[in-house]
């Protein structure tokens, strides 16, 4: 409860969260090459508000997916509580671009 607020006070949540995001695609790579029958699971990794609302975001996810060779499939993204942005434009913006991602297959 203290962790994401403070990181988020002191500008660490992107870093944070982008080394957070690349681990996840990282360790997915790790379990396929390790079993090819783990290439259908699915991490889902929670966004702060910060990271939801960065302007880039799916072009950030689409080069961790490119860089990795991971699925868009094999990689959910899910937003805290937190992220409930008051702009329900950027909003539905950076979901629709975060949806085009599912063509990376």
Do not use: Y
């Not at 990794?45 to 991971?70: C, K, M, P, T, Y």
């Amino acid at each position: 409860m203290d962790f994401i607020p403070l990181a988020e006070e002191n500008g660490m949540i992107l870093p944070i969260g982008d080394w957070g995001l690349a681990e996840a695609c990282n360790q997915i790579r790790t379990w396929c090459s390790e079993d090819p029958r783990h290439c259908s699971l699915r991490v889902c990794v929670n966004l702060s508000a910060r990271q939801f609302a960065r302007e880039g975001l799916a072009d950030h996810v689409e080069a961790l997916l490119l860089q990795s060779g991971i699925s868009s499939r094999q990689l959910g993204l899910e937003m805290t509580e937190s992220s409930l942005i008051p702009d329900i434009h950027t909003a539905m913006e950076v979901l629709a671009a975060c949806a085009g991602l599912a063509s990376l297959c």
